[in-house]
């Protein structure tokens, strides 16, 4: 008799590790919706691999929702489970009703005060993929949560996985305030089974354009990137403060496909550093999760949540539609960071917003999507949309160094090359013409670099902190042209036997500036701050083409055809000059009547420079448009819309 009993108590036993919940969850559980499994078998406090997602985030009163239970990964199967949305205020409230399922799999309970406002199953066969229709209460306008049991196998269940925040508005305000969109991402809205009591359902109508700018002047303050997006509705990131009495929420949302978070600060300056950070950031598997941060200055650099209270944010909404980041995130009204302290209320701050397309294991990575700030500081309680900061000097750096080094730098480096033996019998202030337009070009060169330098720095405040060689590329740049006319300064007699080293290294500094300046301004197009579109590169490359032909042309041409026919009639006449023929002294004994006329084709030489400049001052004229436009493509977009009105 006692093995007999022992086994059917062995088999009792792994029957039930198998047996899930078999008839579901009583109303008992209502309150803790834990299970009482095995006389007290603890729930796992591991990640569960299941979310409950619904299929939006905002519903109209009586409303009908899709809340599907998912798993990751996908292929993942559960048994049984307990589900209701509960409102966020104190004490909680079970709110809204769920559907009776048709195959009779779902079993409806009742919490609190509310009819069948809780659903649970009624087998424990595996359910993969499940969902439920829950309808919106019509007495309640707020904020809510379903929070769900969730039992794998008998022994490995999860209690109160939450799911995002689903915000119920009165009836009929969708037909002019959409939601913020329904997840494409997720399979697509199932037509609810039937309710005993269902008002007809509201059909939704989306208005063209994104919900998140509605309202931005009226009850929100908005801002964004580029500058003006705004108003336009063309931000890649932007950022909303919303007070509603010591209530302080920032709407924050990532417009491009590329982010991997979008994160908005209280600075008190427009400059990074010393701030207080709020991110959302997507993390597989569970949502968009919110984090507080902080960012050092100089010289240390950076963003770390080390040592940061995350109690003083609470997300409150959010969703990852088609790659676009969107979270509202609440922000305690008073507190301190890292010593530093926050008082949203009687204090005024500048708003950052950034994104960028990276994290790293404890913070956000670099924003090489963008960043922008507000221009000055200003309480978050006045409702405005905010204006970006001053790029005055950003602008009139990339302006000052385009007519240095593709403008100035360019055309003198050509006199000197080419027209040495040009305006031959002609002088300005007692100096060969090509000599006194090569000193005041390459004067205006180091002017316009010295004070782009200096503007860059003012903006700056230090040293970039964008990974791009611009900034190395361009101090080297500042450097060369510093020293460059110190050095012609001190240059030797012509007669000198020291006068070839400096012609040498005159033109080999000279050179090297030019090549490195043009291409720091290359790399200047990528950086985020400077806002200038792609396609300015093929203006870019379209110059240094135009620019290379010419030098052939001067070089190879003259030199090999023309100075070679003249050659023939005149031997001991020079054609032209050239660098690597002025190395060294001249030779002595040229008779004053060489010098007294232009060499060959001068008419032709004079009418390439003239063809070479004008299209030199277009290609100049039209970048620095570009730049002091920028970002050019939005203002280009915004007349447009202005026209067809």
Not at 247 to 264: C, G, L, T
Not at 294 to 299: A, G, H, L, N, R
Request: proline content about 5%.
């Amino acid at each position: 008799m006692l093995p007999c009993f022992l086994v059917l108590f062995f088999f009792v036993n792994s029957f039930t590790t198998v047996v899930c919940l078999p008839n579901g969850a009583p109303e008992s559980t209502c309150e803790s919706l834990l299970p009482f499994h095995g006389g007290g078998i603890k729930p796992l406090t591991t990640v569960s691999p299941f979310n409950i997602v619904p299929l939006s985030t905002v519903v109209e009163q009586g409303q009908v929702l899709r809340v599907e239970i998912q798993a990751d990964p996908r292929e993942l199967v559960f048994g049984g489970f307990m589900i209701h949305a509960r409102t966020r205020t104190t004490p909680y409230r079970v709110v809204g009703r769920f559907a009776k399922s048709a195959d009779g799999t779902v079993k409806l309970i009742n919490c609190g005060d509310g009819v069948e406002n809780t659903a649970t199953h009624v087998s424990p066969a595996p359910k993969l993929d499940f969902g439920l229709d829950w309808q919106a209460p019509n007495d309640y306008v707020g904020e809510i949560y379903f929070i769900a049991t969730i039992a794998q196998e008998y022994d490995k269940f999860w209690v109160g996985i939450q799911s995002e925040s689903i915000r119920i508005v009165t009836r009929g305000s969708l037909l002019s305030t959409p939601s913020n969109g329904i997840s494409t991402s997720r399979r697509p809205f199932h037509q609810p089974t039937s309710f005993d009591i269902v008002p007809n359902r509201t059909k939704i109508t989306k208005k063209l354009g994104d919900p998140f700018y509605d309202q931005c002047g009226d009850t929100k303050s908005c801002f964004g990137f580029p500058e003006g997006c705004v108003e336009q509705k063309n931000c890649k990131a932007a950022v909303a403060t919303i007070v509603n009495g010591e209530s302080y929420v920032f709407e924050m949302k990532a417009f491009d496909p590329n982010a991997a978070y979008v994160a908005s600060a209280l600075s008190m300056d427009n400059k990074m550093g010393d701030d207080s950070v709020m991110e959302c950031v997507p993390e597989r598997g569970q949502g968009i999760k919110a984090y507080a941060s902080w960012t050092f200055s100089s010289p240390k650099y950076g963003v770390t949540r080390e040592n940061v209270p995350q109690s003083i944010v609470k997300l409150i909404d959010s969703s990852y539609t088609n790659n676009q980041i969107y979270c509202r995130v609440e922000r305690d009204a008073l507190s301190v960071v890292r010593g530093v302290s926050f008082d949203l209320v009687r204090n005024k701050y500048n708003i950052l917003v950034a994104s960028g397309s990276s994290n790293k294991d404890n913070s956000v990575g670099y924003h090489d999507i963008g960043r922008e700030s507000t221009a000055s500081a200003r309480a978050l309680a006045e409702i405005s949309n905010f204006g970006t900061a001053s790029k005055l000097f950003l602008r009139l750096h990339g302006a000052f160094m385009v007519a240095a080094w593709i403008g100035t730098a360019s055309l003198g480096i050509l006199l000197a090359r080419y027209f040495k033996q040009t305006w031959i019998g002609s002088s300005s202030c007692g100096k060969d013409i090509w000599f006194a337009w090569h000193r005041f070009l390459m004067f205006l060169t180091w002017v316009l670099t010295m004070a782009g330098t200096i503007l860059i720095v003012l903006e700056l405040k230090g040293w970039s902190k964008a990974r791009n060689p611009h900034a190395v590329l361009g101090s080297i740049t500042t450097i060369l042209c510093f020293l460059q006319p110190i050095g012609a300064f001190f240059r030797p007699h012509p007669g000198s036997k020291n006068r070839p080293i400096f012609n040498w290294m005159h033109w080999l500094g000279g050179n090297v500036a030019h090549i490195i300046g043009v291409v720091a301004i290359f790399f200047a197009v990528k950086l985020s701050k400077a806002e200038l579109p792609d396609w300015l590169d093929y203006i870019l490359v379209a110059f240094v083409a135009f620019h290379v032909l010419l030098h052939l042309i001067f070089s190879i041409f003259f030199w090999t055809q023309i100075a070679g026919c003249a050659s023939d009639r005149r031997t001991s006449q020079r054609v032209t000059s050239f660098p690597m023929t002025d190395m060294s002294p001249p030779r002595t004994g040229l008779k004053s009547t060489e010098r007294a006329q232009d060499a060959p084709y001068s008419k032709l030489r004079r009418s390439l420079l003239g063809i070479y400049t004008s299209v030199l001052v277009l290609i100049v004229a039209a970048l620095i448009f570009i730049i002091v436009l920028a970002p050019i493509d939005q203002k280009f977009e915004a007349l447009k819309s202005q026209m067809m009105k």
